[in-house]
T-cell receptor, first 111, second 113 residues
Framework: ETGVTQTPRHLVMGMTNKKSLKCEQH?????MYWYKQSAKKPLELMFV???????ENNSVPSRFSPECPNSSHLFLHLHTLQPEDSALYLC??????????FGPGTRLTVL | GQSLEQPSEVTAVEGAIVQINCTYQ??????LSWYQQHDGGAPTFLSY????GLEETGRFSSFLSRSDSYGYLLLQELQMKDSASYFC??????????????FGQGTELSVKP
């Protein structure tokens, strides 16, 4: 398998649920990113990891918790979300940080 | 603050040429990129400009003028499959200082027959 993969592709959860989004990159990149994309809005950077170390937390609420166990895997743990958190969550990776490769995204709906 | 401005919508016909502009105001500038995103799909990289001038890749070209804080994406010989959203993005810091991409709100291009 090549590129950046994300699972699940679709997720519906209640506000009291706990779920996790998974991202895996098969490109040998050292940087990984989580973005949130709401309808008709620009991509919002959430977290950046370089060599497994978090280098950016863009004022994201604590109900979103990232985890990067190694340079190929990135998780986003979700807990006590709000309906306004419903969006497309995109993972990306890069090496030279010139070009980012995006996964297909997880379409999240919070009821 | 940091902002990138681009038109929200553009409509053109097949075979035509369309230009999508992007102006930016960022604390730092280390390159302008363009990404394409089809409805329901992932953004895909199109082009990158670090220096002033025109970069050409097939039917797509991208231009940068750092003195004007301005760039554009030029799409030639438009095809129906070019209907998508196009995002400009600026890197605000160098690679070794944790530079990240700041995205514009996207331009929705509709190509008509």
């Amino acid at each position: 398998e090549t590129g950046v993969t994300q699972t699940p592709r679709h997720l519906v959860m209640g506000m009291t649920n706990k779920k996790s989004l998974k991202c895996e990159q098969h490109l040998g990149h050292n940087a990984m990113y989580w973005y949130k994309q709401s309808a008709k809005k620009p991509l919002e950077l959430m977290f950046v990891y370089n060599f497994k170390e978090q280098t950016e937390n863009n004022s994201v609420p604590s109900r979103f918790s990232p985890e990067c166990p190694n340079s190929s895997h990135l998780f986003l743990h979700l807990h006590t979300l709000q309906p306004e958190d419903s969006a497309l969550y995109l993972c990306a990776s890069s090496q030279a940080q010139r070009e980012q490769f995006f996964g297909p995204g997880t379409r999240l709906t919070v009821l | 603050g940091q902002s990138l401005e681009q038109p929200s919508e553009v409509t053109a016909v097949e075979g035509a040429i369309v230009q999508i502009n992007c102006t930016y105001q960022t604390s730092g500038f280390y390159g302008l990129s363009w990404y394409q995103q089809h409805d329901g799909g992932a953004p895909t990289f199109l082009s990158y400009n670090a220096l002033d001038g025109l970069e050409e890749t097939g039917r797509f070209s991208s231009f940068l003028s750092r003195s004007d804080s301005y760039g554009y994406l030029l799409l030639q010989e438009l095809q129906m499959k070019d209907s998508a959203s196009y995002f400009c993005a600026v890197r605000d810091r160098p690679d070794n200082q944790g530079g990240k991409l700041i995205f514009g709100q996207g331009t929705e291009l509709s190509v008509k027959p």
